[in-house]
T-cell receptor, first 111, second 118 residues
Framework: GNSVTQMEGPVTLSEEAFLTINCTYT??????LFWYVQYPGEGLQLLLK?????DKGSNKGFEATYRKETTSFHLEKGSVQVSDSAVYFC??????????FGKGTLLTVNP | EAGVAQSPRYKIIEKRQSVAFWCNPI?????LYWYQQILGQGPKLLIQ????????DSQLPKDRFSAERLKGVDSTLKIQPAKLEDSAVYLC????????????????FGPGTRLLVL
């Protein structure tokens, strides 16, 4: 079946540091890939997505590239802010159109 | 545009009691989802509706969980009787439900209902 593996947190960074959260997946066919973010006390929000190999999703300074050869979709941001503190979920949608989530990575950014 | 609404936001009950959660999706969204998110894990799909019909309930514990979506709009998820392991956040999500773009379609999530079973 489909599965998503994210790097375990928590991740703690200082403001303006570089962020990478690793995500790899297992799926048959050609899934769509997503990053969702969950701010404290709020629901999940779509951060970015990519629907085919080599696509790059980007939003709010975050980027992730769909790498089929390594089955990866790593999230990156060049300079994090305190307001980026949240839980980040990698997810895929496969041929059954169901979202499968990773366990989430808690990011804390200190001023 | 109003988002997905859920109530209540928090609920504390004792085991063997019953509880119900309510969800109002984004207007015009045909597809509605209920997820269970246990602490430290990603959301797990419990049930998916397309309008007022069930598309997928393969991971719904049907001996104690039930859900309905009357008139294809609002939805209610019920647990009866509750167990300790049901303590979790219950998320409702909705999407347009266009069959031509299901693979890429964005799901919009509500704030969730946090359930604690004592």
């Amino acid at each position: 079946g489909n599965s998503v593996t994210q790097m375990e947190g928590p991740v703690t960074l200082s403001e303006e540091a570089f962020l990478t959260i690793n995500c790899t997946y297992t799926a048959t066919g050609y899934p769509s890939l997503f990053w969702y973010v969950q701010y404290p006390g709020e629901g999940l929000q779509l951060l970015l997505k990519a629907t085919k190999a080599d696509d790059k999703g980007s939003n709010k300074g975050f980027e992730a590239t769909y790498r089929k050869e390594t089955t990866s979709f790593h999230l990156e941001k060049g300079s994090v802010q305190v307001s980026d503190s949240a839980v980040y979920f990698c997810a895929l949608k496969g041929s059954n159109y169901k979202l499968t989530f990773g366990k989430g990575t808690l990011l804390t950014v200190n001023p | 545009e109003a988002g997905v609404a859920q109530s209540p936001r928090y609920k504390i009950i004792e085991k063997r009691q019953s509880v119900a959660f309510w969800c109002n999706p984004i207007s015009g969204h045909a597809t509605l989802y209920w997820y269970q998110q246990i602490l430290g894990q990603g959301p797990k799909l419990l049930i998916q509706f397309q309008n007022n019909g069930v598309v997928d309930d393969s991971q719904l514990p049907k001996d104690r969980f039930s859900a309905e979506r009357l008139k294809g709009v609002d939805s209610t998820l019920k647990i009866q009787p509750a167990k300790l392991e049901d303590s979790a956040v219950y998320l409702c999500a909705s999407s347009l439900g266009n069959f031509g773009s299901l693979r890429e379609e964005t799901q919009y999530f509500g704030p969730g209902t946090r359930l604690l079973v004592l």
